[in-house]
């Protein structure tokens, strides 16, 4: 199940976030690391655009989904879209934990 993140989830999903850190900056991709910080996924929660996973009882991964670009896209690499000045969806912040990796959570998110 799929729903919205509240901010009673922040621990939660900072933890997430953490989690999914380690396992990029492992695979040799700082980017989460050295984007995401406490106080980014506490506002991403407070814009109300951030959502959870839920499975075996438990919140598995988050996804953030917004109509602004994020920090991070340097104002010329938009340029490079196909659209640069379309609306669009950013999905940002989107990861399951480790152990719930590679049975299809993203796929079938109602199961």
Known sequence: MIRK???KDIDTIW???QSLSKQLLDKGHPN???YYTRVIVEEKIEQNNTYILEGDG???GTVTLSTNAVEYYPPDALMNFAEPTAEALYITMLGVIPEHQ???CLLYPSD
């Open 58 to 60: 438990a919140v598995i």
């Open 5 to 7: 993140a509240t901010s």
């Open 32 to 34: 989460w690391d050295l």
């Open 15 to 17: 933890h997430i976030v």
């Open 102 to 104: 590679g049975k299809g």
